[in-house]
């Protein structure tokens, strides 16, 4: 059930200023070169206190930095965002706060993905990077690849019974926005999409206000998925420790490995209790903080840091 502890999830003041402010304070603070750095990927909805949690859980001494998407705002002024775009803004992120040490890379959901190619691109500049978690994300996401098909339009007959399934769990704020970003995002609706960009949000309701936000950019975010798609087979291997956090709920033939062998040859599996997206709520929260700490830790004595 929705409620405004689960609202304070994806809700904050200004995401911008929190991200870019930690960033500030992992370059002024004095630690030692030698002190790694863990940056974290949310999925397509952008900002996630509770990803931070799983960070700050760590054992070892380690600075931890959310990274910062651009906004669906200024997304929609951008027709030619790719994902190697969206890879170049977070490298220039890490190297404004992480000039030499190690890098340690996680990320939740599409921000795996993101994470697995920032980790290539660092590699590939001559960066250290020793650890990259993977939350519960499969190599080659359920994408239809062919033109024009990401997602099929639902007809007004299922948006009305996904809305009224939605009310009775009580996530109808949640699921009427998804549905309000969805047809924003269509191109009979730019123009209402262009206006929302520009006036002041206040009159909405600030529930509604967090999750349509939060949708709009998933829904921008989306066709990355499709190029990663494309793209993923012809990748070289990562030769870095990966660590897949899964849950079940994946197809029945899926395998353990979710395809990440496939370029990932020091992959190390753990199965986790919960849902995809259940598995950052409190429920499920403190298990993965202790596996994802204790993975830190085994990787970071690999290393003798």
């Not at 949708?215 to 798609?229: G, K, N, T, V, Y």
Request: proline share 7%.
């Amino acid at each position: 059930m929705e409620t405004q502890s689960s609202l304070d999830h994806w809700a904050t003041s200004d995401e911008g200023s929190l991200v870019h402010n930690s960033i500030r304070s992992a370059q002024r603070s004095p630690v030692s070169s030698k002190t790694p750095h863990l940056f974290l990927f949310p999925g397509m909805g952008g900002h996630d206190p509770k990803l931070v949690e799983v960070g700050a859980a760590c054992r070892e001494p380690v600075r931890t930095v959310q990274i910062l998407y651009p906004s669906w705002r200024t997304l929609l002024h951008d027709p030619d965002f790719s994902l190697d775009a969206l890879v170049s803004d977070t490298v220039a992120q890490i190297k404004m706060c992480c000039s030499t040490g190690p890098i340690l890379l996680a990320g939740y959901s599409f921000g795996g993905i993101v994470a697995f190619a920032v980790a290539m691109r660092l590699r590939e500049a001559g960066y250290y990077v020793c650890f990259l978690g993977l939350l519960d994300i499969e190599a080659q996401p359920g994408i239809d690849v062919s033109p024009g098909a990401l997602r099929a339009p639902m007809t007004h007959r299922q948006e009305l019974a996904g809305f009224a399934a939605a009310v009775r769990r009580g996530e109808g704020t949640s699921k009427l926005a998804y549905a309000t970003a969805r047809r924003l995002k269509s191109p009979r609706w730019q123009p209402l999409l262009q206006l929302y960009a520009r006036v002041p949000r206040r009159w909405l309701p600030s529930k509604f206000k967090v999750y349509l936000d939060r949708d709009l950019l998933s829904q921008h975010m989306e066709p990355l998925l499709r190029e990663w798609a494309v793209r993923r087979d012809a990748l070289p291997p990562l030769h870095v420790p990966v660590y897949l956090f899964r849950t079940a709920q994946h197809s029945a033939n899926a395998a353990r490995h979710l395809g990440w062998n496939h370029c990932c040859p020091d992959l190390t599996v753990i199965s986790m209790s919960g849902t995809h997206l259940g598995m950052l709520k409190p429920s499920n929260l403190p298990a993965l903080c202790e596996a994802f700490s204790k993975a830190v830790s085994q990787v970071l004595e690999r290393t003798a840091l």
